[in-house]
């Protein structure tokens, strides 16, 4: 999963996710298969968070992926076999205005202008996350710590709030996969450092 700013970075966002998405196919070789064991090749997906996207798509999910398409007679492949690819594109907006339970929920985990408290109460409230002291304060420290990372560039505590960021994300049952993507897009780091954020030996 990718968080990005910018909508318009200079170049089509979602090129460089289905890039990400070939990129991560390609890296299975040698771990989900060896020699001509295409067979084994696992779907992959490249999530991306838009944060301040053009009006014309915010509170909007779009997804792109591989499908069959006969141009001449009528065959079928199995699906398993050409569907290895979906990018998905998550365009945030105004809260008030997200459409899906999904927008909501990313809408107030993201937004810079509600604090950590509200954030726990609006979880606990409208989506029946049930907050313990933990969940509380990794929340607090992944959004306090987090924002200012991002927007003063303040490097003391960057570790701390990658480290709640990874803590939180497990705690919501995000997959490894994506807690990995996410805090290398966020955090700018070179995937053997998040890594090791990710199995939690940084700092030991």
């Known amino acids: 999963m990718e968080a990005q700013n910018d909508f318009y970075p200079g170049y089509p966002l979602i090129k460089r996710g289905i890039y990400y998405c070939s990129r991560m196919i390609s890296a299975q070789y040698g771990t989900e298969f060896t020699n001509s064991h295409y067979e084994n090749i696992k779907k992959v997906y490249s999530i991306w968070i838009c944060m301040n996207p053009p009006k014309s798509r915010e509170n909007s999910i779009t997804r792109y992926y591989i499908a069959e398409e006969n141009l001449a007679g009528s065959v079928k492949e199995r699906k398993a076999d050409y569907d290895l690819m979906a990018a998905v594109m998550i365009c945030l907006g105004k809260e008030e205005d997200s459409g899906t339970n999904l ?72 997959a490894d996969s994506i807690i990995l993507n996410k805090i290398q897009e966020k955090f700018h780091l070179a995937e053997e450092t998040a890594k090791m954020y990710l199995q939690g030996t940084v700092g030991k």
Not at 119 to 138: A, R
Not at 150 to 163: C, D, L
């Open 103 to 174: 927008l909501k929920l990313l809408n107030v985990l993201l937004s810079t202008e509600t604090g950590s408290q509200d954030k726990c109460q609006i979880l606990e409230k409208d989506f029946h996350i049930k907050m313990t002291q933990t969940l509380e304060s990794e929340v607090s420290l992944m959004c306090n710590l987090s924002k200012g990372v991002e927007e003063k560039g303040i490097e003391k505590g960057r570790q701390e709030g990658i480290i709640a960021m990874v803590s939180a994300l497990k705690d919501l049952q995000i």
